[in-house]
């Protein structure tokens, strides 16, 4: 790990990690390869599973015929960890592993091959917490499902856990460790590719308003400072999405994590009216119709998403404020209906209505603010509002410096579209 953070004991929380050193909003404080990293079940036939780059076309493992390579040169570089994971694939067909399943054999690997590097952290898997005493009964049994599988599809390559750590041996606390401890993998876009194993960001503890954010290139992790931080300070990232009360995030996080937040956000609940603002008669039918909505675009049906978000907006529009969390979600939704429709100028007009609530709700510098300004700037350049489309890059250009860094091919691609804009407007100005 980078010599910029250090780990600490964190009061009320336990482990943590601290900045050594001042650190400028911006700045990378460590970067880390995966322990264990393996493609989202969902992504496998559109990501390579070295790489984690998203194509259109790949080639596919002519053995176990589930993973995916850009090219021979990915299948090469893969295949000292996908060899043992291939016999395991094989033997399991037609089924498939779970993502918590493949991650955690994919783990097993690691931690029993010999000759397998593994990166300088600090903290090791052994010292991962499992929760198990604190789970329900339906989750414990949920896990124990999927630790018989484990043993079933470790077979041809195992037989047991005996070669690994004590901490490690049982199959149940093993992959309870695994789902409590380990990262999405995502895109440039915050789109997930794959799950993964970083030991040592697994000290970061969760804050509602954080001061860092975890970036991915491919599946190697780098943390970010999206604010000055002071020596001595503790590093904190979100461990869920925000755009929920605080009500809603403390159930996720209870859930998913085993804890209770008390950030200042929290404690607060200073956006929690916003969150819900207006009266509650108006805005519970877009709360009941959001998973419904959700499950058309997973389908990839647009003009039902599109007309189910339009009548809800409809009912919705006199009564219920646009900070409103559920009417942000629904315009949201409308908004990837419009584009896939390419029905441009009444998703550039959906886009700019969600820019004042992002900025409310996300005040420092995030990926998800820097990705919908983007969004929108595409959407006003393409109708030729270039002026408009410019002053949105930049705002765009702003945040992505920050969140994703300059050197990254998203940064890139803004730079370019900005000077599109720019020689545009040029021309503009000469011919008239």
């Given amino acids: 790990m980078a010599p910029k953070l250090e780990r600490f004991v964190s009061p009320g929380k336990g482990n943590g990690l601290r900045a050594k050193a001042a650190v400028r909003r911006g700045d990378v404080l460590a970067e880390a390869e995966p322990l264990a990293c393996c493609v ?25 015929k589930s ?15 996908h060899k043992r994971e291939c016999r395991c694939l094989r033997g399991l067909l037609p089924r498939v592993p779970t993502d918590a399943v493949r991650l955690t054999a994919r783990l097993v690997f690691a931690l029993s091959s010999p000759g397998e590097s593994r990166p300088e952290d600090l903290y090791s898997v052994e010292e991962h917490l499992s929760h198990l005493a604190s789970m329900s009964q339906q989750k414990r049994d949920g896990l124990s499902l999927l630790a018989s599988m484990l043993q079933l599809y470790l077979q041809p390559e195992e037989g047991d856990l005996s070669a690994l750590p004590p901490p490690c041996q049982d199959p149940l606390d093993l992959i309870a460790k695994v789902t409590c401890n380990c990262f999405t993998i995502s895109d440039e876009e915050l789109r997930e590719v794959g799950v993964g194993l970083y030991p040592s960001f697994s000290l970061l503890n969760h804050d509602c308003r954080p001061n860092c954010v975890l970036m991915f290139e491919g599946p190697r992790a780098q943390l970010r400072a999206v604010r000055d931080v002071r020596p001595g300070e503790e590093l904190t990232i979100s461990y869920i999405e925000t755009l929920l009360d605080s009500e809603g995030r403390q159930k996720q996080l209870q859930e998913q994590f085993h804890f209770s937040c008390s950030c200042c956000r929290c404690r607060s609940r200073d956006t929690d009216e916003l969150l819900l603002s207006g009266a509650e008669s108006s805005w519970s039918c877009l709360r009941e119709e959001l998973l419904s909505l959700e499950e058309l675009k997973t389908q990839s049906d647009w003009s039902a998403l599109r007309s189910g978000c339009r009548s809800l907006l409809a009912h919705a529009s006199a009564d219920v404020p646009e900070e409103n969390m559920f009417k942000l979600r629904v315009t949201d939704l409308a908004l990837d209906a419009a584009v896939q429709l390419q029905l441009w100028e009444e998703a550039a007009a959906l886009g700019e209505r969600t820019l004042p609530v992002y900025r409310k709700y996300f005040p420092d510098p995030h990926p998800v603010l820097g990705l919908q300004l983007m969004r929108v700037a595409k959407l006003q350049h393409h109708l030729g509002l270039v002026q408009k489309a410019l002053g949105t890059f930049s705002q765009a250009q702003q945040v992505i410096r920050v969140t994703h860094g300059s050197e990254r091919p998203l940064a890139a691609d803004l730079l370019t579209r900005m000077e599109e804009c720019r020689c545009e407007l040029e021309r503009r100005a000469v011919t008239d």
């Fill in 67 to 81: 993973a995916r390579y850009c090219n021979v040169t990915c299948q090469k570089r893969a295949w000292p960890r």
């Fill in 40 to 64: 989202s079940t969902r992504e496998s036939a559109r990501v390579c599973h070295h790489c984690f780059t998203r194509r259109e076309t790949l080639s596919r493992c002519s053995s176990c």
